[in-house]
């Protein structure tokens, strides 16, 4: 199978990048060092290639009402409010995720969506289905390419960089987003969200523009950065990854994403709803927590959690070395009355780990014990 590759490509050959099969894409894992790139976002900058992410615009004069129906958080909190975001999951009739999401709205009538690329199919495959008869017209936006610049001094970094470009930018808060030069053939949609922990943009310009931001941005002192360091970083941040932390067979309410679950207005029947309204009227068996492993170890996902004189048991979701910490943490499904301490069976032991509330570390700083 040949892999696709981001329009970034070239440059990354040229700042020796080692390339491996991401999901069916040829992506920088590191450029040398996976640790050293973790702690370059964590104390100065770095950027990620995150153009295989799919970006999708929605325009239409029911896309408001098609949204408040097709995500579990409430769309009418950015509604009238241009470059607002908003974080959900999209569920299956039965409370599944079919993916978790951030929604921005732009104009009157047109909101962006990005998606996972992992779920790329099935999330348009969904999307095109609920549409029906409404007025509502789906583009899937491949014509267009994504940067995130992470890190305490991403933005001053980024703004050095392009220039007037991003200069706007300065004045955004966290989760809004706004047009640069919009309807130029140097437009840029900048966000400051991202998937680490840390300040930052997410850039999204032109294929034809990307390399040339990258090499700008380089060139200006942010650290090219690979997908290693960027899980590593979300961990730290508790920030979920799809296909690990939930999915399809797994509520967000069991998945540490209740709060994005809005049931404030009883009229919205977004899908999902009833399967979710169920679940809470019988009780939830598990919950989400954050792991330390108490001694030497590496927490995986898959492991098994055992809790003191509790027949049910848990499951580690993700789990790696925390650079910043210097201790194995992870994301673990337990059951609800789990308390303080617990059991992770890793190979023949069953060794030790703290219970804690993610996440384990937020713009630079440790927040657990």
Same mark, same amino acid.
């Given at each position: 199978m040949t892999l696709k590759e981001t329009p970034i490509i070239k440059a990354h050959q040229d700042m020796g990048a080692k390339l491996v099969d991401f999901g069916g894409w040829n992506m920088p894992i590191h450029y040398g060092s996976q640790i050293d790139e973790h702690h370059q976002v964590r104390k100065d900058a770095g950027?990620?290639? $995150?153009?295989?992410?799919?970006?999708? *615009? /929605?325009?239409?004069?029911? &896309?408001?009402?098609?949204? !408040?129906?097709?995500l579990a958080n409430d769309v009418a909190k950015i509604i009238g409010k241009p470059g607002k975001a908003l974080y959900s999951c999209m569920l299956n009739d039965e409370g599944g995720v079919i993916d978790d999401l951030i929604t921005y709205a732009m104009q009157d009538a047109w909101v962006r969506v990005i998606v996972n690329s992992s779920t790329r199919k099935k999330d348009l495959a969904w999307?095109?289905?609920?549409?029906?008869?409404?007025? $509502?017209?789906?583009?899937?936006?491949? *014509? /267009?390419?994504?940067?995130? &610049?992470?890190?305490?001094? !991403?933005?001053?970094?980024?703004?050095?960089?392009?220039?007037?470009?991003?200069?706007?930018?300065?004045?955004?808060?966290?989760?809004?987003?706004?047009?640069?030069?919009?309807?130029?053939?140097?437009?840029?949609?900048?966000?400051?969200?991202?998937?680490?922990?840390?300040?930052?943009?997410?850039?999204v310009c032109a294929n034809d523009q990307a390399e040339q931001m990258w090499r700008q941005l380089a060139a200006a002192g942010v650290h090219p950065c690979g997908l290693g360091a960027r899980d590593t970083l979300r961990l730290e941040a508790g920030m979920n990854l799809y296909g690990n932390d939930m999915d399809e067979t797994q509520s967000p309410l069991e998945s540490g994403l209740s709060w994005t679950v809005d049931f404030s207005n009883d009229k919205r029947r977004f899908i999902g709803r009833s399967a979710l309204e169920k679940q809470k009227e019988q009780g939830i068996n598990y919950k989400f927590v954050g792991l330390i492993l108490k001694g030497k170890g590496v927490l995986r996902a898959h492991q098994q959690v055992l809790i003191e004189n509790n027949a049910l048991t848990g499951e580690l979701t993700s789990g790696t070395f925390s650079p910043t910490m210097q201790q194995a943490i992870g994301f673990a499904r337990v059951p609800t009355d789990a308390e303080d301490t617990c059991l992770v069976a890793i190979r023949k032991k069953q060794l030790e780990a703290k219970i804690v509330k993610l996440p384990f570390v937020r713009n630079g700083k440790v927040l657990v014990d």
């Open positions: 950027m990620f290639d $995150v153009c295989h992410m799919t970006i999708v *615009d /929605l325009r239409g004069c029911e &896309v408001n009402d098609y949204l !408040a129906k097709l999307m095109r289905s609920q549409i029906g008869n409404m007025a $509502v017209e789906l583009n899937e936006r491949d *014509d /267009l390419a994504m940067i995130a &610049v992470q890190g305490p001094n !991403a933005r001053e970094l980024a703004a050095k960089a392009l220039g007037d470009d991003i200069d706007g930018a300065q004045a955004l808060k966290p989760f809004n987003a706004l047009l640069i030069n919009a309807d130029s053939d140097k437009e840029r949609f900048v966000a400051r969200t991202g998937y680490t922990g840390e300040d930052g943009y997410e850039i």
